[in-house]
């Protein structure tokens, strides 16, 4: 598979809106971490069922996410890298393979930003979510607005330019959260990309538990749109195109990984609770790190469950994922027509045509998921 996606669960803590599969932990265990993953990509290599053209050659990217990667200790990182390019039998430069970490500004560190560079660490994810103090303590965030900053001069002086930035956007009005100051501070420490997440309410999270009690309003959806495009058009001010619905970029910068799930490109991960895909058939590993470990280490495949796609999801995906990227849908290719509908989302600014290809403005990706039911007849994969 040419992407790689490695899931390190290791938290700190929880923040307030996370239901990703994490581990709390206070020591982080890199040994046993390392030696799973490693395991698990060498039980891959004499799998049964691997066919026999399936080759270890050509991986274009490796993304560490998470969790936290950024808590391993920065020469166990060095270490899983030096192995991956054992079994992958990298020989070209370091920079061939766009290489992403995941990290928190409090672990960008002189000595930590230095030891990821050498290692082949060549583009940073920094979880930033806000400049706003009183509402990264609300996040349960680790880091001060100040950190950020010192964070974004720490790889560079290191050698990283490729920097993306987080933000999370429609926060509760209680907080008085600015925005618009958020994304101007964002942009003043250009980052090469931008990726913005509307907050969502997830089942079994701090945020959750406190809307249930009222302790927390639900967000607003007006507050949603409002934000949203707002930082559409103040990005594109800066020379920022939004190449899928939540990323933005400057030229030459987007996500080569992210762009790979997007297209529908076969991809493999590592890790616990990670996510496989070769076109076909997607399964997942195990979500808890020590039913993942123990399953690796008694020499057991890792795979919790595993579900082949039905043609009518094939499609749906296929429909669902080109719209929510800038290059839109090839109109081409649906299995019927264009509904009469589609001249409606025209009408009202919210898709264009251009050389066959249907492709949502901002507004309507407000609204992909009823653009993707009049195409297809059916629900969303959102």
Not at 182 to 193: C, I, M, S
Request: glycine letters at 6%; proline letters at 5%.
């Amino acid at each position: 598979m040419p992407h790689l996606y490695l899931h390190v669960p290791f938290c700190r803590r929880r923040c307030t809106y996370c239901d990703f599969s994490i581990a709390v932990r206070k020591r982080i265990p890199e040994r046993e971490y390392v030696d799973a993953v490693v395991q698990e990509l060498r039980q891959g290599l004499t799998d049964p069922g691997r066919e026999p053209g399936d080759s270890e050659d050509g991986l274009e990217t490796v993304y560490f996410g998470g969790g936290t990667p950024s808590l391993l200790p920065p020469d166990a990182l060095a270490t899983l890298l030096t192995s991956l390019r054992d079994v992958f039998r990298l020989t070209s430069s370091r920079d061939a393979v766009e290489v992403t970490l995941e990290a928190n500004p409090e672990d960008v560190t002189p000595d930590a930003a230095t030891t990821w560079r050498r290692a082949g660490v060549n583009r940073v994810s920094l979880g930033a979510q806000s400049f706003d103090d009183r509402v990264l303590q609300w996040m349960h965030r680790s880091h001060d607005a100040a950190r950020i900053a010192a964070a974004v001069r720490t790889l560079r002086d290191a050698g990283v330019d490729n920097i993306s930035l987080d933000l999370i956007f429609a926060l509760p009005t209680m907080l008085e959260r600015d925005w618009a100051r958020d994304l101007e501070q964002a942009l003043a420490l250009r980052p090469a990309h931008l990726s913005l997440y509307g907050l969502t309410v997830e089942e079994r999270t701090p945020l959750a538990r406190w809307i249930s009690r009222g302790a927390a309003a639900p967000p607003d959806d007006d507050r949603y749109a409002d934000e949203y495009l707002l930082a559409h058009s103040r990005l594109a001010a800066c020379g920022y195109r939004f190449y899928e619905v939540s990323n933005a970029a400057r030229d030459g910068r987007r996500s080569r990984h992210n762009s790979a799930y997007w297209s529908g490109r076969p991809y493999r991960g590592l890790g616990p609770a990670a996510h496989s895909f070769d076109g076909a058939v997607r399964h997942w590993n195990l979500a808890a790190w020590e039913a993942y470990r123990r399953a690796v280490a008694a020499g057991r495949s890792p795979v919790a469950s595993r579900e082949v796609l039905s043609d009518e999801q094939r499609e749906l995906e296929r429909v669902y994922l080109a719209l929510r990227t800038d290059a839109g849908l090839d109109v081409a290719t649906l299995y019927r027509p264009l509904p009469s509908s589609t001249a409606i989302w025209v009408d009202r600014g919210w898709a264009e045509v251009r050389n066959q290809r249907l492709v949502c403005t901002p507004e309507g990706w407000l609204r992909l998921d009823a653009l993707v039911r009049d195409l297809t007849g059916c629900g969303t994969t959102s």
